[in-house]
């Protein structure tokens, strides 16, 4: 089935796309049915891990094998989601996952082999990440885009929102054992899912064919050599080098500085999925009708002065309101972003382009919990809070300066004509 080009016309909201785009309503299903999984198993492993150790240190060093080891092979996945046919790489990829979980619940091995163990799924999962959002640009492109990527984006962030609210009731029924298993099911049912999606063949050019490592230097050298696309993955990546400690701060905020107890961090760690439901929601509906552009710097600015205003509140139900607002700017990053991208690069570079944005922020995460967590400890998170913001708010205007000097803010394909 050839994509959907709607460039032409005003863009379908999110139930218009999923009701008459058969294959982007499978590639989407997969998607939720595959994140709702991870979501599930992570609790479990989170609590098996806390229970046979009764170490932190070991709990911390399970999400490090599952957040930081992909950075590691973020241009060699990209390479591959570029080279072969991305819906057999989706395949591949998700019964790859549910081997592996069915190996790890029949064993639960010992830490170290467990380590390994999820690193590996988590690398399997980082090649299915990319594949499965170059897929989307491919299969709806124009208008029909963003809202694309907002359902996306919203059906993702209910997938791990209603993960662990499964995990807290199948865990006393099932154990980590047969959790693990469910989680294992989901990866089987995404890729049968994923059968109903059209053949998504590598896009190939009339030069003879690279070897694979070729191709991932491509890519690198590709971002770096595209202004806009290194401005917007550089752009986002500092922003979330700056903000992405607000989880372990709010926990801090709540209990050290307002004294709420574990309601109070319950309610401010909710207020951002909150807001990144709503934001998606909207986007999904309304995003057709604005520049991306604009939405990125927007996205960029409101998840920034987010945090510098929670530095500053002086109540948590404050803090809730300005991080659910938050919330939203996240969305509205996220959307640009993976709308963006594919409008400023040819369909051969969508997965070596999307890989590595992933895997940079990935790393920049990490930066941020350790450079955040250095900072609470010398300051308090108030003062932690106003640095992100300052930090992400300069980006942000930063960006937008960079972006204004650029192609990019007035001839994009698919921007509104206001933009012009």
């Not at 809202?147 to 499964?166: C, D, K, Q, R, Y």
């Not at 995404?190 to 890519?219: E, H, K, M, N, Q």
């Not at 900072?375 to 942000?396: K, N, Q, Y």
Request: glycine residues 10%; aromatic residues 6%; contains cysteine.
């Amino acid at each position: 089935m050839p994509p959907q080009d709607t460039t032409a016309r005003e863009g379908h909201g999110a139930w218009q796309l999923l009701r008459h785009h058969a294959p982007f309503r499978s590639l989407f299903t997969a998607r939720v049915v595959s994140f709702t999984g991870d979501s599930l198993s992570l609790v479990a492993l989170m609590l098996h891990v806390a229970d046979t150790t009764g170490q932190a240190i070991a709990v911390s060093l399970l999400l490090l094998a599952g957040d930081l080891m992909p950075g590691v092979i973020s241009p060699l996945a990209g390479a591959v989601c570029d080279r072969f046919d991305r819906k057999r790489v989706m395949i591949i990829c998700e019964l790859a996952q549910a081997a592996l979980m069915v190996g790890i619940a029949l064993s639960l091995p010992p830490l170290p082999l467990l380590l390994s163990l999820v690193a590996l799924r988590a690398m399997t999962g980082h090649v299915f990440l990319p594949a499965s959002r170059a897929a989307v640009a491919t299969l709806v492109t124009g208008r029909d885009l963003p809202a694309a990527n907002s359902t996306i984006g919203l059906g993702t962030n209910a997938g791990e929102v209603l993960g662990p609210l499964l995990a807290a009731a199948l865990l006393p029924f099932l154990g980590v054992r047969g959790v693990l298993l469910a989680d294992a099911a989901t990866f089987v049912l995404a890729a049968l899912l994923l059968i109903t999606v059209p053949r998504i063949p590598p896009a190939r050019d009339d030069d003879p064919p690279a070897s694979l490592f070729s191709d991932t230097r491509a890519g690198l050298a590709f971002i770096w050599k595209t202004r806009p696309v290194r401005i917007i993955v550089l752009g986002f990546c500092v922003v979330v080098a700056f903000n992405g400690i607000d989880d372990v701060a709010l926990v801090l905020l709540a209990t050290d500085t307002f004294d709420a107890g574990e309601s109070g961090v319950g309610l401010l760690l909710a207020a951002v999925a909150i807001g990144l439901f709503a934001g998606y929601a909207v986007l999904a509906r309304f995003s057709a009708r604005m520049s991306m552009a604009a939405l990125l710097i927007i996205g960029f600015g409101v998840s920034s002065l987010g945090n510098l205003l929670t530095g500053v509140v002086w109540a948590v139900s404050a803090a809730f309101v300005v991080q659910t607002v938050r919330g939203a700017g996240i969305a509205a990053m996220d959307v640009a972003t993976n709308t963006l991208l594919p409008r400023l690069m040819p369909a051969g570079m969508l997965g070596r382009v999307f890989a590595n944005l992933y895997g940079a922020v990935g790393i920049a995460a990490g930066l941020s919990y350790v450079g955040g967590g250095l900072l609470l400890d010398a300051t308090s998170a108030p003062a932690t809070f106003v640095v992100a913001g300052i930090g992400g708010t300069l980006t942000s205007v930063v960006v937008a300066l960079a972006l204004r000097r650029s192609p990019l803010w007035r001839n994009l394909p698919g921007e509104p004509r206001s933009m012009s």
